[in-house]
C-alpha cells in the first residue's frame, strides 16, 4: 500500500522575505507544525503548494522522519515566487515542468489594460515518476490553478483586495475565472500527453484547484465525461476510462469533505483524481480537518505570520 497526498503549506517562506513571517519563531513554530501533521500522516508521497524558497522546504524536511526525495518546479511567477514540488520517500524523476498554456488557447485578460494578458498558468505544472518496489511506476502532477482571491491595481504597482465598487468586482472575478480555465485547461492536456506516452499508466492528478468537485473548472481536469464516483455510470466500463480522471472527493467522510475555511464557510478546494488503474484500489481517502482550520478572509497580508497552514491536506491510501 502507497500513501499520496496533496497540501497547500501557505506561503512557505523564510523570515524577513516580503511574503515571509517577520519572526523566525513564528517561522520555526510554523515549520515544526507542518512536520507534525506529515509524520504523523505517514504519506509515501506528497504534493505541495505555495513552497516559497526551496531552502525553505530543505528546512521542512529536514524535520521529517525517514529520508526524503524532493522535486520542485522551475516555474513561477517573480513578483510572488511561490511554486509546486513533491517530496517522496521514493525515487523521483521529473517527466514535466511546464507552464504554458496548451496549444492553440489564446492569451487570456488579466486586467483592465486590454494589453494585460498572459500565455502562461502563474505556477507550473509539475509531473513526476515515482519509482515504486517491485519496478512499478507511479506518475504524479502537481498543480495550483489560479487562485478565487481578487486582487485590483492599486497605486504604484500595489495591490488591493477590496473594489472600488461592484463593477471592477465583477470584471476581476471574470479576468480570474478566464485564467482559472486556461490553466485547468493547459493541465489537463499534460495529462493527456502522458497518457498517450505510456498505455494503462497509474496517474494521480494533485493539487489546489481553487474551486470545488462540481466547479466546471475542475470538471474539466476530470476529462471525458461520465462515471465519475456516484453518479449513474460509475462501474459502467466506457471507452473513456482509460482517461479519465476520477475525484476521490465523494470518498472524504463528508463531516471532513473539506479542505479550507472561507468566511466561516468550509469548502474542499484541495484534490485528488486518480487513473482508471488505481480506481479500484483506494482504500481510504481523508483530510487532517483537526488542525483548527481558520476562517480565512480576502487579505492574504493577515496571515503573514500564521503558526500553520490555512489549508487542511487530502491523503489517500492505495493498494498497488
Sequence with gaps: MITVGTWNLENLF???????????????????????????????????QEVGQPEALADLVALLDGDWQTELSTRFEAHHPIRVGVISRHPLRVVRDTAGFAPLLRPVQGGDDPQNTTS?????????????????VLTMLVCHLKSKLLSFPGPHGTSRFAPRD??????????????????ASSVRVVADDLFDEVDQR???????????PSAATTQILYGPPGSQIGTAGFGRPDRGDATRLWSLAPLIPEKTRFSRVYQGRPELIDHILVSHLLLDRVREVRSVTDRGLPSVGDDPAERRSAHDSDHAPIFAAIDL
Excluded: C, H, S
Aim: no cysteine.
Design 14 to 48: 523564510w523570515p524577513d522575505d516580503e511574503f515571509g513571517p517577520d519572526d523566525k519563531a513564528v517561522y520555526d513554530g510554523k515549520l515544526a507544525a507542518l512536520a507534525a501533521t506529515i509524520n504523523a500522516a505517514g504519506p509515501d508521497v506528497l504534493g505541495l
Design 202 to 212: 497509474r496517474m494521480v492528478l494533485v493539487g489546489d484547484l481553487n474551486d470545488e
Design 120 to 136: 502562461a498558468m502563474g505556477r507550473g505544472v509539475l509531473g513526476v515518476d515515482v519509482d515504486l518496489p517491485g519496478g512499478q
Design 166 to 183: 461592484e463593477d471592477e468586482r465583477a470584471r476581476y472575478a471574470a479576468y480570474a475565472l478566464y485564467r482559472r480555465t486556461a490553466e
